[in-house]
């Protein structure tokens, strides 16, 4: 490709990216977050949930969840000015505490006790984010896989998926896996057995969860209409 199709490519990318943003980001969140006001104890232990979520992944979110516990273990009278530093997901998604805590489980046991390697892990939840083209989840995963050794080149291919042609038969075969589901609801058998020539029977299992609990997670962000914390470029972030 020449340069000049290259930088019409490039710009073509971008008022995608301009328009998906617009779509899901472009008016208020369709629930308000929950209030400073109307913060209770019984929220706790969804705090300390999210706590065990975010430390197992560096996330940027983990000190700030850890400053409510520890102001609340202190004694601290005005919580307010703590509260009001939890991330707006955080609070929108404790308007259904029951069922935020249950997705939260299974959050906490893919993250922190789960069979997959942190590479394989996060190729896949970028894939299921960019085809959702979900720009909260997209922008945080995307820093969250550094920490996995996934740098900008990858991310690049990631965008392209399991096409591109400088995958190995095992990252590819996961981006396929991901794609096949989000397109047929099951993985072909091709995929499969390139997949289960590295992973075991509970990697096995743990990825199609996996794959489905990140494409739920993109669902809610994005009919949520769910605003990007600081730092999060949401579908531009490589």
């Not at 984010?129 to 690049?156: D, T």
């Amino acid at each position: 490709m020449d340069m000049q199709g290259k930088g019409m490519e490039e710009e073509d990318e971008t008022a995608r990216i301009a328009r998906r943003h617009a779509q899901i980001l472009g008016d208020a969140p369709r629930i308000e977050a929950l209030s400073i006001d109307e913060y209770s104890a019984d929220l706790d232990p969804l705090i300390r949930q999210m706590i065990a979520i975010n430390q197992s992944i560096d996330a940027r979110e983990a000190d700030l969840l850890t400053d409510v516990t520890e102001a609340q273990a202190q004694g601290q009278g005005d919580m307010s000015a703590v509260l009001a530093r939890l991330p707006e997901i955080i609070r929108t998604m404790m308007r259904h505490p029951a069922l935020f805590a249950r997705q939260t489980d299974v959050g906490v046991t893919l993250l922190t006790q789960g069979k997959l390697s942190a590479r394989d892990r996060e190729l896949a939840i970028l894939r299921v984010a960019w085809l959702c083209q979900a720009p909260y989840e997209w922008g945080e995963h995307v820093m969250i896989a550094r920490h996995a050794g996934i740098g900008r080149e990858e991310v690049e291919r990631i965008v392209t998926g399991s096409a591109d042609p400088g995958w190995n038969d095992h990252d590819r075969a996961i981006l396929r896996a991901v794609e096949e589901l989000h397109g047929d609801a099951m993985i072909a058998d091709a995929t499969w057995a390139v997949l289960a020539a590295r992973l075991d029977e509970a990697q096995l299992i743990e990825l199609t969860v996996l794959i489905g609990q990140y494409q739920a997670v993109a669902y809610y962000q994005n009919s949520l209409k769910l605003r990007l914390h600081g730092g999060n470029k949401g579908l531009s972030a490589r």
